[in-house]
């Protein structure tokens, strides 16, 4: 079976935008997956087809409501077992693992939030698994469901052109990847490290092994601490 996102949203004139071109454009042109978006109004009832009201409580803004968002979950819904996930920057943060998974899965419905946010009875009633793509408030979900679906659609079979270059890749080790250099040979006075171009793989691949160390111990204490902070050495790009 293909592959395929599904998407709730009040603006489904944005997908695929961005989606829609190179990798994932081109996976998505040849039918490597499926992009379905859909308009969360059409689940309206009423005559003004009204999909948010006014917080319970008080407060600024609107809230998207329960029943509308949960009708038109249920009308996407014909796949079962599909995660179901909503865009939040409440939710867990979005990590390469998770990506993985997803993209080893069916593909997900991914459900985007506007306003100040959704009724939380819709969360839990239909189960969803609040995901943020990191600590900022965005305008809506649209973008950040761009972002989990262009990670999911490259690790799927066929897309990546040699499918090693997924292999070493921020994360893949939960370390940050090694600089990358290509011609020319020297650029304004810095040339490329003399050890990447001996030759000898072994020495090359220990460098990168030790350069990612390196950025990730001085860039990313959360994620070294995480690997339990082997020894590394100082990197040439990090002051
Ligand atoms: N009032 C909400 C809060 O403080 O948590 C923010 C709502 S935001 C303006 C509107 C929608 O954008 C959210 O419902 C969510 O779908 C999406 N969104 C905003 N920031 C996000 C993030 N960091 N990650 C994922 N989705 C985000």
Same mark, same amino acid.
């Given at each position: 079976m293909t592959w395929r996102a599904t998407v709730l949203t009040l603006f489904p004139e944005m997908f695929p935008g961005p989606l829609g071109v190179s990798l994932a454009g081109k996976a998505l042109a040849s039918g490597l997956w499926e992009l379905e978006a859909r308009d969360i109004r059409d689940s309206a009832t009423d005559r003004h087809r009204s999909v948010d009201d006014t917080p319970a409580g008080g407060g600024p803004g609107m809230v998207l409501r329960a029943?509308? =968002?949960a009708a038109a979950i249920d009308a996407a819904d014909a796949d079962q077992g599909r995660p179901h996930l909503l865009m939040s920057p409440r939710g867990r943060p979005l990590t390469q693992s998770q990506v993985a998974e997803l993209a080893a899965g069916p593909g997900p419905l991914v459900i985007c939030g506007r306003f100040e946010g959704v009724d939380q009875r819709v969360i839990e009633a239909r189960n969803l698994q609040e995901v943020s793509i990191g600590d900022y408030v965005l305008s809506g979900g649209e973008i950040a469901a761009m972002a989990l679906i262009d990670a999911c659609v490259r690790l799927l079979p066929g897309v990546m052109g040699k499918q090693a270059s997924g292999e070493d890749e921020s994360f893949s080790e939960g370390l940050l990847e090694f600089p990358q250099?290509?011609? #020319?040979?020297?650029? @304004?006075? *810095? #040339?490329?490290? @003399?050890?990447? !171009?001996? +030759?000898?793989? /072994?020495?090359? /691949? &220990?460098? *990168?092994? &030790?350069? /990612? @160390? &390196? =950025? !990730?111990? &001085?860039? *990313?204490?959360?994620?070294w601490a995480a690997r339990g902070g082997q020894k590394g050495t100082k990197s !040439? !790009?990090? +002051?």
């Open positions: 029943d509308v =968002l250099y290509t011609r #020319p040979q020297e650029f @304004e006075g *810095r #040339p490329i490290p @003399e050890i990447l !171009t001996s +030759g000898d793989h /072994a020495k090359v /691949a &220990a460098w *990168r092994r &030790a350069e /990612a @160390e &390196a =950025l !990730t111990r &001085a860039r *990313r204490p959360d994620l !040439t !790009t990090d +002051g």
